[in-house]
């Protein structure tokens, strides 16, 4: 490893070169390339890189480091904008220790707006984690249409053309891994160019009913689909998401849909849809648990915690649904009094795209209800909800590591990487209160508490249960998810698509079930 501050400065990760070797093995021919909005690293205003935030970018730098793979990503910042000036449009990604080289598109910072803060983030965000309150949102207006037209489009094109051109200058047949709602355009434009790739698209949020799609008007989720079936395999987070896909396609496109084979077939190809619940690299993660830093953030935790912690570590989305979290958490107080003075609420939240209206709203609505708990029930020298801002990894770690019951009550997410981070490293035998709509729930069922996210009665109670529960029974919860987690790893995410696409497309006749 570099001992230079530059590479100090930034946090590396080193999965098993065995899962290089079986990457090479099974795809021989081959040169990879991984597409996503935000790319591995963000330059500091301080100087140096930090890792690019959200559990997306996390897995991702180990697909790319695991495949050897170029990355294509946005340049979404100014402090971005002005690195691509100085160093031109390709680097090293320094968050990687193979060869990866990050290439980056850069769109007008009004394109960039429109595709992320008009389109993406408050458009298909809501549609695809059902957040709109139909009766009166959304409003599809001129402004959406053009930002759909001048911006989302805009910057899908530009991503594509970049993955063209990258992709004509590799050795091997390009495989082109592209991820998440902001770039459903890419695999169509890409085929049109480059039509021997192999095209696989991972989405890593909820694909919502074909009716709640409908929401969106017919020109901008045809183009979607179409998009998408540019693909040779589409990767979803659960087995609800392949079905809701493949009756999309159905329904609202009139494609001919194969349900037993989970493939959609046009133009004489088959586009499978497969899930792969993504992961967390177990050894890095117990590594960063046992790290100095969390130990220190440990030692600040003690002079503070109360009998019972309870704790969320969240981006601050609605989707998390912190604030009905909250309302359960009041609902626990007031069933039961005798708790207060001895349990403690600690939410730990990083703030989200700001840049968005809805989420500056939201924001605001979690620091007013919080702060009307407090003020109802606190006492001297007690406070009902220890609520803290930031990006901070190693606190995030030490919350986890010592909750006693963890709160995990999504509306609806795609998979939700925390509940496997707490499941794996906790070690207070904690108990995981978690949504019935997380793409984890599908796992970990047997080992949580389920809970309606909408219903904070019922969330209420089984904050109650989590803390009351007997210690054989927390014990046996606690291994079961955590052995889920231990054998469902990231490395099983990789593996798992990088069979499918072997055994789907890279090597003709050979079909998997
Ligand atoms: C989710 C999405 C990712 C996104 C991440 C962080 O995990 O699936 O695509 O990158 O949130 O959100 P942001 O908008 O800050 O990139």
New binding site residues.
Partial sequence: MSDSPFMRSVERRRPGSSMRAYVTRTLPHNSVIVVS??GPHEPRPEGGFARG?????TALLTLAEVMGADWVACARTEAERALVKEQGPTGMAPLISSQTQLHYVTPTPEQYDMYYSVIS?PVLWFIQHYLWDLAHQPLINGRIHRAWRDGYVQVNKQVAQKVVDVGRQLPERPLVMVH?Y?LYLVPQLVREQLPGAIIQHFI??PWPTPQYWKVLPKEMRDAILRGLLGCDIVGFQSSLDVRNFLLTCEENSGLQVDIKERAVLLDGRIVYARHYPISIEVASTTRLAFSHGVMVEERKLRDWRPKYLIARVDRTDPSKNIVRGFLAYEKLLSHHPELRGEVQFWAFLQP??QDVSVYRNYLRRVRQVALRINNQYGAKGWMPIRLEFGENVRKAMAALRNFDVLLVNPVYD?LNLVVKEGALVNRSEGVIVLSENAGAHEELQPHVLSINPFDIEATGQALYEGIVMGVAERRRRHEGARDVVRANDIARWITRQVQDIRDLVATPGLRAG
């Fill in positions: 909005n935000r935030a959200g559990g997306v970018v983030n998440d902001q890593h949020i989200s795209r795609g």
